[in-house]
């Protein structure tokens, strides 16, 4: 028996920025609103399915230093250099953590600087 991860918490200082964001970006819907101003967006067909959930908990505090995880992404319906087009039109920004530029992929960063990457392959869309 295992586990599987099922959400994915960013702490972030205005969770509607990063909702439009990474809803544009994965093709996520908004799936809850808590009374706590989080927001947790995901897949259509909702929680438990086989892409976890992310919950955008608000958090003021200022983050200190490089995060020990961060998400990677691949584009399901273009190649990379038309997802990495796409990307950088809904706001993400190119961000350099020390690569050398020979790199197969592309370190981004959301609206609030949390750091990703832009993967080479292209993978099949979920039925």
């Not at 970006?25 to 909702?46: H, Q, T």
């Not at 953590?97 to 392959?121: K, M, Y």
Request: with cysteine; hydrophobic share 40%.
């Amino acid at each position: 028996m295992a586990c599987r991860i099922s959400e994915l918490v960013l702490e972030c200082r205005d969770p509607a920025v990063l909702e439009r964001f990474w809803c544009d970006v994965l093709d996520y819907v908004v799936l809850d609103r808590p009374a706590d101003g989080s927001v947790e967006i995901g897949p259509r067909e909702g929680f438990g399915g086989p892409q976890p959930t992310l919950i955008l908990s608000p958090n003021d505090e200022p983050s200190h230093g490089k995060p020990r995880l961060h998400i990677d992404v691949n584009a399901t319906d273009r190649d990379q250099d038309a997802e990495l087009a796409r990307l950088l039109e809904l706001g993400a920004r190119p961000a350099d953590i020390g690569q050398t530029g020979q790199e197969s992929w592309h370190v981004l960063a959301d609206p609030e600087g949390n750091v990703f990457c832009l993967l080479r392959a292209r993978l099949s869309p979920l039925a």
